[in-house]
């Protein structure tokens, strides 16, 4: 059967470049990054290579960057890294759990924790972020593109009014890097994560830019590796592979190929012909590779499934939630009723993907919804006007 993979947002295949590249650091090269003979200085040397080009897709010296076991690692570096007891810190309802889970936490140790409401589109006003600030504030965290709609928060703004209070700000940019262009120093943060596998690099490796002179105390105890910020022998093929699919992101933003947008646009365009279905995050700024959806009176999940059936991979949102009878905690906060949040599915493109697949997903997509509502008693809109070719 013909297989479509439209959930990159979930993870990304690894390239056949950044395969290529990893290779020979599993047998041939693989010697301990620490070790001081030949085989270490050969893969320390590819490790600072990576460093290197993650350190150019981000903004940064390279020395800024510490690597990680993955977004959520670094989520939580930063985090835990900055906050202590009885501090005050400001994030949104619409973050990854890494994010909001890793908050809940210091919550739990005496911390507290505003969590900031987004609008209609998904978005956080920089003013409230302003109006949260205390004395005890000492970080701001807010994601630079969220996973389920890939609305992009106004993260240089925020930056502003965190610096002009003097707080750390820590955004998530798992969801942006490699598909927006990341400069942190237009961003004014001091910290940002990124997660090797949202963008064709292998799943398990990451990185958080750490701004020079941050006092992050390390979550770990050992070594002392990635200049004692994040102890343990380093994954050198992962990092070989993020640094590689940093370059070849980095690459493609400069080239501004808009082969991307205009998939997804043309995905868009065609699935908003389907009666009673909308766009989560219309009239947001937006990551090129996502779209969430929802189609009135359809059970998200129960598309999912029969889309799969035929042989087209999406998903109801984070691939964490799924299975989870809760609608997405992010389209609530955009103020959705629970039958459309739950209504919604999410389409994220990737690399490999074209426009000959976008094709036949459209005629899938409308053909299962008209399908689903003519079998569900919730149906709400007429039944032929569900087909899209
Ligand atoms: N932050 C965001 C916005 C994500 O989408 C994800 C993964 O889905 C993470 C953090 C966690 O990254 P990882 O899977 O590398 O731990």
Not at 252 to 273: C, I, N, Q
Not at 308 to 318: H, I, Y
């Amino acid at each position: 059967m013909r297989r479509v993979y439209f959930d990159n947002s979930a993870t990304t295949p690894v390239l056949p470049e950044v395969f290529e590249a990893m290779r020979p650091y599993f047998s041939e090269h693989f010697g301990n990054a620490s070790s001081i003979h030949h085989h270490g200085q050969e893969t320390r040397a590819a490790v600072e290579h990576a460093r290197e080009s993650v350190a150019a897709l981000l903004g940064c010296r390279a020395a800024e960057v510490v690597f990680t076991g993955g977004g959520t690692e670094a989520d939580n570096l930063a985090i835990f890294g900055i906050v202590d007891a009885g501090d005050h810190v400001i994030t949104s309802t619409v973050e990854h759990h890494a994010v909001l889970n890793a908050c809940r936490h210091l919550e739990s140790e005496g911390c507290e924790v505003t969590y900031l409401p987004v609008d209609g589109r998904g978005l956080v006003d920089p003013q409230d972020v302003r109006r949260a600030l205390r004395s005890s504030t000492k970080l701001v965290t807010v994601m630079t593109a969220n996973n389920e709609t890939g609305v992009l928060q106004p993260v240089e703004e925020i930056g502003k009014v965190a610096a002009e209070a003097d707080v750390y700000f820590h955004t998530d940019a798992v969801q942006a890097a490699g598909k927006v262009r990341i400069d942190v120093k237009a961003i004014g943060c001091d910290l940002l994560a990124i997660s090797g596998h949202k963008l064709h690099a292998p799943q398990g490796v990451g990185a958080l830019y750490v701004r020079k002179g941050t006092a992050l105390v390390p979550m770990l105890y050992g070594g002392r590796h990635e200049r004692s910020r994040r102890a343990g022998t380093e994954n050198v093929p992962g990092i070989v592979g993020l640094g590689k699919a940093a370059e070849l992101a980095r690459t493609k933003l400069e080239s501004g190929d808009g082969a991307m947008v205009a998939m997804r646009d043309r995905l868009e365009g065609a699935l908003l012909r389907v009666k009673s279905s909308g766009n989560n995050g219309a009239g947001a700024p937006r990551v090129p590779q996502t779209s969430s959806m929802y189609f009135d009176g359809i059970d998200g999940e129960a598309l999912v499934i029969a889309l799969d059936l035929k042989g087209l991979a999406v998903s109801t949102g984070a691939a964490c939630s799924s299975g989870a009878i809760e609608p997405s905690h992010v389209l609530t906060a955009m103020g959705m009723s629970a039958d459309r949040a739950r209504a919604s599915i999410r389409f994220s493109l990737g690399q490999q993907n074209t426009m000959e697949e976008v094709k036949f997903a459209i005629g899938l997509v409308g053909e299962t919804v008209a399908r689903l509502r003519e079998l569900s008693p919730k149906a709400v809109v007429s039944r032929q006007s569900s087909v899209v070719r």
